[in-house]
């Protein structure tokens, strides 16, 4: 290191020369015509992520990688702009080492042939480009309720994944049944029972291309704001401890507090 500012500072001073172009490293946020501010590697290559992993371990294997490349670099971030305690890596099955952004594994798309492509989004809405500020994102797994048991979309009991709303770090978002459109009738207004089911209070950032702008907004709950979904207030399940969990689904019993996507009714107005 010293000998490479000694040599920059004399080829500057002695020779009037500008210091060489510092190339960028690991991980970057680029700016995508169609999607925004976008991650991608450090040639300007959109990076995704996938809705199966949100216990943030990657699902994605075997024939999977051949479409779905994996991106992992050792080099730290050379961009300003990205918090670099939102980074990191796993230890795949096979011993290889998987870059993660706020814990979702980080991966190309093989339908991507240039920089600045982003071709990937929104694939069987379980693949999404990788954005730093996802207000909202999309997991895709098995539902497993407060009572142990693997239920299906339909709240029946079964082993098949179900497509629903999370925060962007994966944790799952709940509405609830007796609520109406923008109307929170659950949080006292002390808030003395947040604890057991917190509004989900985030306001801004970017939307997965399977939510509407238009099924957004924001209320204001004694003081406080929560962001609602199809007029659902949103909501975490305290008892939610590890990333993926989703045992809300079943607490007190089932159909109180159900998931949300895309299939879900706009909430009642009365």
Not at 98 to 115: E, N, R
Not at 193 to 213: C, F, H, M
Request: glycine content about 10%.
């Amino acid at each position: 290191m010293v000998t490479v500012s000694l040599f920059s500072a004399c080829s500057k001073n002695d020779e009037g020369s500008p210091d060489p172009e510092i190339k960028n490293k690991g991980i970057q946020i680029s700016s995508n015509t169609q999607f925004g501010n976008v991650l991608t590697d450090a040639n300007g290559k959109t990076l995704y992520f996938f809705s199966n992993d949100t216990k943030g371990t990657s699902t994605c294997n075997g024939n999977c990688l051949a479409t779905w490349p994996i991106y992992y670099s050792s080099e730290t971030s050379t961009d300003v702009k990205i918090d670099k305690s939102l980074l990191g890596e796993i230890t795949r099955e096979d011993g290889s080492k998987q870059s993660t952004y706020k814990g979702w594994p980080l991966y190309y798309y093989a339908g991507d042939g240039q920089s600045g492509q982003a071709k990937g989004d929104a694939v069987n809405k379980i693949w999404y480009v990788a954005k730093p500020d996802y207000l909202l994102m999309i997991a895709n797994a098995q539902l497993v309720g407060h009572d142990g048991k693997n239920y299906l979309s339909d709240y029946s009991e079964g082993t098949g994944k179900t497509i629903y709303l999370t925060d962007d770090k994966g944790r799952t978002l709940y509405a609830f049944k007796p609520d109406k459109f923008n109307k929170n009738n659950y949080t006292e207004a002390d808030f003395s029972n947040d604890a057991i089911w917190p509004i989900y209070q985030k306001e801004t950032g970017s939307l997965p291309s399977l939510v509407r702008t238009a099924d957004i907004a924001v209320i204001t709950v004694f003081g406080k704001k929560q962001l609602t979904y199809k007029g659902w207030p949103l909501y975490y399940f305290g008892q939610d401890q590890q990333r993926g969990d989703n045992k809300g689904i079943s607490f007190p019993r089932v159909g109180i507090w159900p998931i949300l996507n895309d299939n879900t009714a706009i909430a009642p107005t009365s």
